[in-house]
């Protein structure tokens, strides 16, 4: 099924260690994008890539990397990872090219990652 | 800032009844409000879109209603079935800038 794929499903990490969250779309959307859901809140924008060479900062950006590989691709990096950053973590993906409009987002089932 | 709050947190109800859940949102500048439906486990995925210039949206048994004047929107599900037991987010969008509300939980007990 077309879609957003995530990986991994879940990941456990120890304080300091570092990993990367794959995400791929084969919608040929433009836009691409990184969410952290806590719970009880709304999801965050963490970073977002508005296309294919461009990356910008969202709302909670601190602690965080990412790579718009190509089109498809747009990996989280988490450097030095921290219990701060337990969170599902969401991709997901967009025709919007910026500016108004009405524009569909699609989600991937999520990244369960915990930091001990 | 930009807000989007819902209510109620969480719902209970029974099989084949209906139910309407809450939204309020400030958000500038205002392009779109949409609703999504979040299984456990999964990603959001969309119900509605309206844009400012829609009062209500269909799909299916849910309808959303948006009032631009007042900033408030809601759902009503209809006839609601087992399936529907989820967690619904209000999304309201200022150019393709998403700001999340944290959700109402339900669930359709038989």
């Known amino acids: 099924n077309a879609g957003v794929t995530q990986t991994p499903k879940f990941q456990v990490l120890k304080t300091g260690q570092s990993m990367t969250l794959q995400c791929a779309q084969d919608m040929n959307h433009n836009s691409m994008y990184w969410y952290r859901q806590d719970p009880g809140m709304g999801l965050r924008l963490i970073y977002y890539s508005a296309s294919e060479g461009t990356t910008d900062k969202g709302e909670v950006p601190n602690g965080y990397n990412v790579s718009r590989l190509n089109k498809r691709e747009f990996s989280l990096r988490l450097e030095s990872a921290a219990p701060s950053q337990t969170s599902v973590y969401f991709c997901a993906s967009s025709e919007a090219r910026g500016g108004q409009g009405a524009y569909g987002y699609t989600f991937g089932s999520g990244t369960r990652l915990t930091v001990v | 800032k930009n807000q989007v709050e819902q209510s109620p947190q969480s719902l209970i109800i029974l099989e084949g009844k209906n139910c309407t859940l809450q939204c309020n949102y400030t958000v500038s500048p205002f392009s779109n409000l949409r609703w999504y439906k979040q299984d456990t486990g999964r990603g959001p995925v969309s119900l509605t879109i309206?844009?400012?210039?829609?009062n209500t949206k269909s799909n299916g048994r849910y309808t959303a209603t948006l009032d631009a004047d007042t900033k408030q929107s809601s759902l009503h599900i209809t006839a609601s079935q087992l399936s529907d037991s989820a967690s619904y987010i209000c999304v309201a969008d200022a150019g393709n800038m998403l700001t999340f509300g944290g959700g109402t939980r339900l669930m359709v007990k038989p």
């Open positions: 309206m844009t400012f210039s829609e």
